[in-house]
């Protein structure tokens, strides 16, 4: 018989090892059986080949004479041990026959143990978190759930749920040594089960304290809030590479105009539930394709537990969203990440990239999650002035600790190489890379050789980018940096980050800035529109006008262009089209191709309704045709980072507010870009142009009566070229240059000359 104390350690989940004891055990020459099930009122083993009873196993009472849990007997004529299952019955007279899960040998290898510890192990998510597979063959397979967590500070670790009744004495796990991670097999537990992880702490002089129930880091699914266990889902998806032709359309040559999108948001049904994956996936590639965009980018639907933070703080790494999973019939909703998958495959199908907002920088600090973990500072660095961020009362995660950097780049990894996404957008680059962000004197930790940079934060960027470039093939990551940090798009082994593009923040608020100004006044703030070539060709640069811009006061885009309203969409088809002329990658945020007048509002759909409004139908039109010509004018984006695609025509026409300038192919391909940024008709104007072509034809003016207009240009008639000076050239046309409006410029037809 179990020994008192063995029993006691077991009704009170303090057990060392419980495999040592539960299971099949020979005691001398005896082999004994022991299953602890609090709940159960009979018990009788089944040898599995057979069907047939082999022994019942009595309760095991008390010194009150109560029942204790636990159920045990000598197992007559065995010697040996044999595959059984534990034929149950519970107090509440339901049935269940189960296998043991303490019968189970360990599972984790010891190599990927090794390389868990070590930081290398390049897929954590095959091993840890929750896997459903079937061990043995033919009548003794049993099919289950493999869990497995890392806790190294844990005095013990249970796997509790919806298939034991949340009891913590029903499934402690095991304990795998010096590694800290801890596993266990439950046989029965299927995709859809939910599951949490309760953690005792260790025995400091307080006996050791249970945490409140920890959701799986390592889980891709949850509940939706505000529930938060983690749920089982079905096997990993395999590997795959990108389809056909994306690892092209993801080049830095190629044209790139991202429609950056909140999902839950963008539409919504009619009672304010979110559309499903399914639903998105039926109407959101071909809106986005038939704009001409190029890819998606979706804010984090990574698991999170407040829809305030958009998703920017979460606490899912591994986890699609449950918003966005179609509820079953008792109204229930958990992540769904073959839905995302479909949906990813539907945006493909549609020729239109899938980029996923990803963030590594921090975490929110609640009960469930990783806070605090196994009663330790185990995911986020100890010290406040390393490991709390000031600005959003996050914590920041440990980028020193081998286990927690392989944590995440195991995460940017699943999401490319299983879910089959394009890339990732990480957030918050700015504030990972500096150990004094946003923290006054005092109160941040110099590194290691006195300075202010993360060290180990740039080591994890680094080889995130790393392991991407290597295992994904044509896969891109785009930083949102926003200060001077060199070589954030620079390859590692050229000392940069390795990242394929960053977000060009300088540009996005001075050319805001400038248009947020009076025309009158525009004059005096030229500089704003120019300085960004000063540095345009020092990194892999997307100008991005995102969500972050349209909300906290800032206005929508619209609502930051001054006059009456006929200036106000004039100003902002202008603007348009001087960004989309501008060298840079393009990024729009949802409703800003329809001038949403008002700022966006994560809690409501976008205002579909404008589109019944001529001005904004006119500006969804021009952003079309904007994305169209860029992608038919490899003078527009072939060359976006390199200094040879560029060349300044007008920059210091201050008074007139006029720019143009010359993009080009590298290939004899150029495209002419002017914009007039004052509200006055230049009729006559005489601009310098390049040699070689004879007439310029006009193929995009912001201004057509097609976008909201008044239709002031050139039209299609050839602008022959004179041999007359201009602007530092030999040779010139003359053209109307329309008000607050933005033209296009291509060598015409020889034909029409």
Not at 117 to 139: C, D, I, K, N, Y
Not at 433 to 456: F, H, K, M, T, V
Not at 508 to 513: I, P, S
Not at 626 to 636: I, K, V
Request: glycine share 10%; proline share 7%; charged share 20%.
């Amino acid at each position: 018989m179990l020994s008192d104390d063995d029993l006691a350690a077991l009704r009170e989940a303090r057990h060392p090892d419980p495999f040592a004891v539960l299971g099949l055990h020979a005691v001398g020459k005896a082999l004994w059986a022991r299953a602890f099930l609090p709940g159960a009122r009979a018990v009788t083993l089944r040898d599995t080949a057979t069907g047939r009873a082999v022994v019942d196993l009595p309760p095991r009472l008390d010194a009150q004479g109560q029942a204790s849990g636990l159920f045990e007997a000598p197992v007559p004529r065995r010697v040996n041990a044999f595959d059984y299952r534990l034929d149950i019955t519970w107090a509440d007279g339901s049935s269940s026959l189960l296998g043991d899960a303490y019968r189970c040998g360990p599972l984790i290898g010891e190599q990927d143990l090794h390389y868990l510890g070590e930081g290398s192990h390049l897929r954590p998510f095959e091993v840890l978190g929750a896997h459903p597979q079937t061990l043995g063959e033919g009548v003794q397979a049993i099919a289950g759930t493999q869990f497995a967590v890392w806790a190294p500070n844990a005095a013990r670790v249970s796997v509790v749920g919806s298939f034991n009744g949340w009891d913590g004495r029903r499934h402690p796990m095991r304990g795998r040594g010096p590694s800290g991670v801890w596993e266990l097999f439950i046989p029965g537990v299927a995709p859809g089960d939910l599951y949490k992880f309760e953690i005792r702490t260790r025995d400091m002089g307080d006996g050791g304290a249970v945490l409140p129930l920890k959701a799986d880091p390592y889980a891709r699914a949850s509940q939706l809030r505000p529930a938060t266990a983690s749920v089982v889902a079905a096997p990993l998806p395999p590997r795959r590479a990108l389809p056909a032709g994306r690892a092209e359309a993801n080049r830095r040559d190629a044209p790139m105009a991202v429609y950056e999108v909140h999902l839950g948001s963008w539409r919504r049904h009619p009672d304010g539930r979110f559309h499903s994956w399914d639903d998105l996936a039926a109407a959101l590639p071909a809106y986005a394709a038939g704009l001409g965009f190029t890819h998606i980018e979706l804010l984090p639907i990574s698991e999170h537990p407040f829809d305030g933070s958009w998703g920017y703080q979460t606490l899912g790494l591994y986890a699609t969203s449950a918003r966005f999973t179609a509820p079953t019939d008792d109204g229930a909703r958990s992540g769904d990440p073959e839905g995302f998958m479909r949906f990813v495959a539907a945006c493909h199908a549609q020729g239109v990239g899938v980029l996923l907002d990803w963030v590594p920088a921090h975490f929110p600090s609640d009960a469930h999650g990783l806070a605090q973990f196994d009663g330790s500072a185990l995911y986020e660095y100890a010290d406040p002035r390393e490991g709390f961020h000031r600005d959003w009362n996050t914590l920041i995660y440990n980028f020193g600790r081998h286990e927690v950097r392989n944590f995440l780049v195991g995460s940017a990894l699943y999401w490319i190489e299983r879910c089959g996404v394009d890339g990732l957008r990480v957030d918050a680059v700015a504030s990972m890379l500096y150990r004094d962000y946003s923290r006054p004197a005092g109160q941040w930790i110099p590194n290691a050789q006195g300075g202010r940079e993360n060290l180990e934060a740039i080591a994890f960027l680094k080889r995130t980018n790393e392991v991407i470039g290597a295992e994904c093939p044509g896969a891109i990551t785009v930083a949102e940096e926003s200060t001077a940090f060199a070589g954030v798009s620079a390859p590692t082994f050229a000392g940069g980050l390795g990242f394929h593009f960053k977000w060009n923040m300088g540009w996005m608020n001075d050319t805001l800035a400038y248009m947020a100004e009076d025309p009158v006044n525009r004059r005096w703030h030229h500089g704003r529109m120019t300085f960004g070539m000063v540095y345009a060709f020092s990194e892999n640069f997307v100008l991005p006008l995102s969500h972050d811009e349209v909300v906290h006061g800032k206005r929508s885009i619209l609502g930051r262009m001054p006059g009456d309203d006929w200036q106000r969409f004039a100003n902002l088809r202008a603007y348009y089209g001087f960004m989309w002329g501008h060298p840079g990658k393009k990024l729009l945020f949802m409703g800003q191709e329809f001038a949403q007048p008002t700022e966006w509002n994560h809690d409501t759909e976008l205002p579909w309704q404008l589109l019944g409004d001529a001005r904004h139908a006119g500006v969804q039109r021009l952003v079309g045709d904007l994305n169209r010509l860029m992608r038919a004018q490899p003078a527009l984006h072939r060359l976006d980072a390199e200094a040879s695609g560029f060349e300044w025509v007008s920059a210091d026409a201050a008074d007139e507010s006029v720019l143009a300038w010359v993009r080009r192919d590298g290939q004899g391909g150029q495209v002419i870009v002017l914009s007039n940024l004052t509200p006055v008709p230049r009729e006559g104007f005489r601009l310098g142009v390049p040699e070689g072509v004879a007439a310029w034809q006009e193929v995009l003016n912001t201004d057509s009566a097609h976008y909201g207009g008044s239709n002031l240009g050139n039209g299609g008639a050839p602008l022959r070229v004179r041999p007359q000076p201009a602007h530092g050239r030999m040779q010139s046309i003359t053209l109307t240059l329309p008000p607050l409006a933005t033209l296009f410029l291509v060598p015409a037809p020889v034909e029409s000359t």
